[in-house]
C-alpha cells in the first residue's frame, strides 16, 4: 500500500543506500554536493505527520528542510521547534497574495508579520511558496516590486533552483506524476524520468541510477500508516484532483 509512513522508510532506506549526501535547503544553496539530494516538507496540514518524518530522518542521520505555513492547521509552535532541535531546517511556507486577496501592500506586511514570528521560534533563511490552487493569487509574484534577499533570504525553490540540473519530484495529488492536477507545482524540467508510485522510485533505484542532485517535496498529511486516516486522505485527494483539474489547472 502506497503513502504510508511503512513505504517512506522504504523509500528513505533506497535513496541512502545510494550514496547521496542529504542537505537542508539553506547547506544546497550554500554548497551543493556533488551527489546531493533536498529533502523538502511543505507543511500544509497535520504537522505531527511532519514531526514524525523529522524523527525518521534524524534516526537515518538524514537532515531537511520543513516549510509551515501561518496558518492554524500547519503553525504548531512546539512541533516547529522540535523539528529544528532535531537538526532539520525550517522554512516558512508564504501565501500572502492569497490571504491579503492580491493587495500587495497588505501582502507584505504579512509575510514581515509572519517571518518574524517563525524566527522567534527557529532560524529561518529559505522560503517557499504555498501553491494555493483554488486561489487566482500566485504569491510568487510578490516578488515582482520585492526582493526577499532584503529580509535575509538566501533561496526560494521556484526561483533558485535550476531544474534542468536538478531532478525534481515531488507527491503533488497523492501521486509522484501528478503533473496534470498540479496548478503551481511545477518546473522547467530537462529530465524525462516519470514514476506513478513509490515503489516504482523504489524499484528503479534497485538496479538504475538517478540524477546526482535531486529534490524531493513531501506533503507529510498524506502519508499515514493508520487506515482511517489513510483512506481519508485517499479519498479527499481524489476528489481534490478532479476538481483541481476541472477548474483550475488551465485556469489563465
Not at 44 to 64: C, M, R, T, W, Y
Amino acid at each position: 500500500m502506497d503513502f504510508t509512513v511503512r513505504k517512506y522508510k522504504e523509500l528513505l532506506q533506497a535513496l541512502i543506500k545510494k550514496g547521496y549526501t542529504f542537505q537542508t535547503f539553506e547547506e544546497f544553496i550554500k554548497s551543493p554536493s556533488v551527489k546531493s539530494i533536498v529533502l523538502r516538507h511543505d507543511v500544509d496540514l497535520l504537522p505531527h505527520n511532519s514531526l514524525k518524518f523529522a524523527e525518521i530522518q534524524a534516526e537515518n542521520g538524514v537532515k531537511g528542510v520543513y516549510y509551515f505555513r501561518a496558518v492554524p492547521e500547519s503553525w504548531d509552535e512546539s512541533v516547529i521547534k522540535k523539528i529544528a532541535d532535531l537538526g532539520h531546517e525550517i522554512g516558512y511556507h508564504y501565501e500572502c497574495l492569497t490571504t491579503c486577496k492580491g493587495d500587495m501592500k497588505k501582502g507584505m506586511s504579512d509575510f514581515e508579520k509572519n517571518l518574524a514570528d517563525l524566527r522567534k521560534l527557529a532560524p529561518v533563511s529559505t522560503i517557499c511558496m504555498h501553491g494555493s490552487p483554488a486561489s487566482k493569487y500566485d504569491s510568487k509574484d510578490l516578488w515582482k516590486e520585492n526582493n526577499y534577499r532584503d529580509y535575509e533570504i538566501i533561496g526560494e525553490p521556484y526561483f533558485d533552483v535550476d531544474f534542468k540540473d536538478v531532478f525534481y519530484m515531488t507527491d503533488t495529488g497523492r501521486m509522484w506524476d501528478g503533473h496534470k492536477v498540479s496548478v503551481r507545482d511545477r518546473v522547467n524540467s530537462s529530465y524525462k524520468i516519470t514514476f506513478h508510485s513509490t515503489n516504482d522510485i523504489i524499484e528503479y533505484l534497485i538496479s538504475h541510477d538517478l540524477p546526482n542532485r535531486m529534490m524531493f517535496t513531501f506533503h507529510p498529511q498524506r502519508w499515514n500508516d493508520g487506515m482511517l486516516n489513510w483512506t481519508k486522505e485517499y479519498i479527499m485527494q481524489h476528489i481534490k484532483n478532479i476538481i483541481k483539474k476541472a477548474f483550475y489547472v488551465n485556469r489563465k
